[in-house]
């Protein structure tokens, strides 16, 4: 199935202010990054399969920094050239900065904050496979793919769950829980929203998979290929004085002593003392600047 009925990738790209992270790479991904024209600095791998290692290789003109775990890149340097199709040097053909990511350890990388969790879905011998809690400016996300079953407490806190969508109502094995039973656990979590990602055994249009979900869960919701979701709940808000919110609105310039790097660039709240005034983008001051005391 093509247009929005086509759902393949396990890949999300999650955007905050100028930073994006990019959770998995299968093939073809530098094409899909190529369209949105964007260059993720950071990398995290879930597990091993291709359809999340398959296009690792691709980013290497991005120069990224890849996080998995030492599990995964003895695996990867052990098979890269059939995961990778390429021949030559591991070094040259995933030629960016790569680290090893701990597990049940929360770790901030640039403006996010990530969290590992060992999920069941590998099979036995296998490296382990991770689900992830990722703090993006307040929203927490939990990122899931090809998993079986998630620790007890795993979806504590979070607001969206993103996971894969298999299957509608049967699992896989041992290996894909069905988008009902990952439904069962988003709601026991109360999970605010739910969304699915790689249906790929669902024999369902875009628009007929979508009213199946409101049936089971009013907040579920099917992505396809290049979709854009908001995570957060609503635009940012920035304080100030009413003597700087005039200055503001007299066109004088502010300078914050503290970066405001992760709303750059975005519609924020202009908040006075007692009511919000309205929307203005905050962008990085370009120099020479001098200051006036």
């Known amino acids: 199935m093509g247009g929005k009925s086509r759902r393949n990738y396990t890949a999300t790209l999650i955007t905050l202010g100028n930073d994006h992270l990019l ?12 369209n949105k024209r964007v260059k993720p600095k950071y990398v995290i791998l ?7 290692v398959g296009g690792l290789h691709e980013l290497r003109s991005l120069k990224p920094t890849v996080f998995a775990t030492k599990e995964a890149w003895d695996y990867i340097r052990r098979h890269y050239r059939g995961l990778s199709g390429r021949e030559g040097d591991f070094e040259k053909i995933y030629d960016f900065e790569r680290r090893i990511l701990p597990t049940n350890k929360s770790i901030k990388i640039g403006s996010f904050v990530i969290e590992g969790i060992p999920v069941r879905h590998a099979s036995e011998g296998q490296p382990t496979a991770l689900g992830y809690k990722i703090n993006a400016g ?4 939990f990122h899931v793919s090809d998993v079986f079953s998630l620790p007890s407490d795993a979806l504590k806190g979070i607001d969206v769950y993103i996971g894969d969508g ?32 790689q249906i790929g055994h669902v024999g369902k249009t875009h628009e007929d998979l979508n009213k199946a979900l409101k ?7 099917a992505l396809y290929d290049g979709a854009e979701v908001q995570l957060s709940p609503g635009n940012p808000g920035a304080h100030f004085s009413m ?6 609105v007299e066109g004088k310039i502010i300078v914050r002593a503290k970066p405001y790097q992760e709303y750059a660039k975005q519609a924020i709240y202009f908040l006075g003392d007692d009511h919000a005034l309205g929307l203005y983008v905050e962008g990085y001051p370009e120099g020479p600047l001098s200051a006036i005391v």
């Open 46 to 52: 879930e597990h091993i399969h291709e359809d999340v």
């Open 166 to 197: 298999a299957t509608f109502s049967r699992d896989i094995g041992d290996q894909h829980a069905s988008i009902k039973k990952q439904i069962e656990w988003a709601k026991e979590a109360e999970v605010p929203e739910i969304l699915f990602t």
């Open 215 to 221: 049936e089971v869960a009013p907040n579920a919701q």
């Open 243 to 248: 003597e700087q919110a005039a200055k503001i």
């Open 23 to 34: 959770v998995n790479t299968p093939k073809g991904i530098a094409g899909m990054l190529g």
């Open 138 to 141: 307040g929203t927490g996300v």
